[in-house]
């Protein structure tokens, strides 16, 4: 059985997409709010919070839905379709009110702004889930983990080329000592890039009869299916199928927990505890990116070998380590240098270890109609941990000691990996074997 890459590619073209524009909501709006807006730090981070407060019930509803859906153009599509024309729409009001809001102040165009920035977190809420879910549709069980890596790499360069075109329009020296910047332009081009990224994706993917072809293909594996009929002629989740996915959605919402509190408050901490500016903490979690990039083909890879099960634990204990490392490293020394570099890369590599594997065992666990519900899940587990950890984590930070970050995460960690001993199924192993002509024209 082989993967198909120039399919997985296309179909990941979509994630591309949402990767580049959440790069540049993180990066431009937080500016827009405070510098055009002059909102403080309570008001716009709490704007900033609303995309995952909107996801906790977007992603689940959303992903229910396309199940449900039939047209002549698939249950994914309508979805992905629509979200990307109403999102290209409404993000290039944004900078228009920015920019009118900046020429002449008035409590309209700030109430506008806020109106159309809901709208486009509602409208990008609206295809998240079906998106993500196309390629589980159109992919075998087994080969999953390695489908999912090359989605994971499409979500990495589609930020990575936000960040490049960002660079290129905006240099220091272009916005430097301006009373206010004019995003339009990167605001055009990103929602080019969506337009032109989803438009391939429709007309080079066939999500009907690709996911025709992969039932027919799963069909000749009932082996592959968890879900089993009730006597009814409705297939349900044995007991010990959903015991294991509840086990495996709180080992997401705890690895999150702790990964994503030390994303959210690394900055401020080694300024706080280390006495190091913003340049240092960035190359530390830069290069944790570069890590986790560098790492998803390698890790789907071997997952397909080994089991996802396995990879996901190995990954659990090495960020573990790196964590409690970090609290070692960050209190003995006065500057970041070379061993937080290494112990950051490795950080990579076991995020890419979790990352790629945990939401092909999540899926994994349905049945084929039931794919978008069920990543649904998935995103509600991890949303709603990183909607908590900030404020846990910033909490603890303030009333104990700064010190307490890296141990709060390796805590978390710990304890998914204690979770994910009692998750039983959902896991997939490929052996390298060869001869099966069947699967082969799947990859034409």
């Not at 950051?344 to 666990?365: R, T």
């Not at 199924?425 to 390298?432: I, P, S, T």
Request: aromatic share 10%; glycine share 8%.
């Amino acid at each position: 059985m082989k993967l198909n890459n120039k399919r997985t590619i296309l179909v990941g073209l979509a994630f591309l997409t949402i990767c580049a524009f959440w790069q540049m909501y993180d990066s431009i709006v937080p500016l827009i709010l405070t510098n055009t807006f002059h909102m403080n730090e309570t008001f716009s981070g709490a704007i900033m919070a609303a995309d995952n407060v909107l996801a906790l019930f977007l992603l689940p509803l959303f992903g229910g839905l396309s199940d449900k859906t039939s047209t002549k153009i698939g249950k994914r599509m309508p979805f992905i379709l629509f979200g990307t024309g109403c999102a290209v729409v409404l993000v290039n009001i944004l900078p228009l009110l920015d920019n009118s809001y900046a020429a002449s102040a008035s409590p309209f165009k700030m109430v506008s702004f806020v109106i159309v920035l809901g709208l486009l977190l509602i409208a990008m809420g609206t295809y998240r889930s079906p998106a993500v879910a196309l390629m589980p549709d159109v992919t075998p069980k087994p080969l999953r983990s390695k489908a999912n890596a090359i989605i994971n790499l499409m979500g990495a360069v589609g930020g990575i080329i936000y960040l490049g075109v960002a660079a290129v329009m905006y240099p220091n020296s272009k916005v430097q000592g301006l009373a206010h910047v004019n995003y339009q332009p990167l605001f055009m081009v990103v929602s080019a890039i969506m337009f032109i990224g989803v438009g391939i994706l429709f007309l080079t993917i066939k999500e009907p009869k690709l996911v025709e072809e992969n039932r027919a293909l799963e069909a000749e594996h009932p082996e592959w299916d968890l879900a089993k009929d009730d006597g009814s002629g409705n297939e349900v989740l044995p007991p010990e199928v959903k015991r294991s996915l509840g086990f495996l959605l709180a080992s997401i919402a705890l690895w999150f927990i702790g990964y994503n509190g030390v994303t959210t408050w690394f900055t401020t901490y080694v300024s706080v505890v280390m006495g190091q500016g913003l340049g240092g903490a960035s190359t530390c979690l830069l290069i944790a990116t570069g890590g986790a990039i560098l790492s998803y083909i390698p890790v789907g890879a071997v997952a397909s070998k080994v089991g996802r099960k396995k990879t996901i634990m190995f990954g659990c204990v090495l960020l573990a380590v790196c964590f409690l490392l970090g609290f070692v490293l960050t209190t003995t020394f006065t500057s970041i240098n070379v061993v937080m570099f290494i112990v950051f890369a490795l950080v990579g590599l076991a995020w890419a270890s979790i990352n790629v594997n945990s939401l092909p065992m999540v899926v994994e666990m349905c049945k084929g109609s039931d794919i978008g519900k069920f990543t649904g899940y998935y995103y509600t587990a991890s949303m709603a941990a990183q909607i908590v950890t900030p404020v846990v984590a910033g909490t603890l930070m303030r009333t104990v000691s700064y010190k307490v970050l890296f141990p709060y995460a390796a805590l978390f960690v710990a304890l998914s990996f204690v979770t994910m001993l009692f998750v039983r199924h959902g896991d997939a192993k490929v052996e390298g074997k060869r001869g099966l002509e069947a699967f082969e024209d799947m990859d034409d």
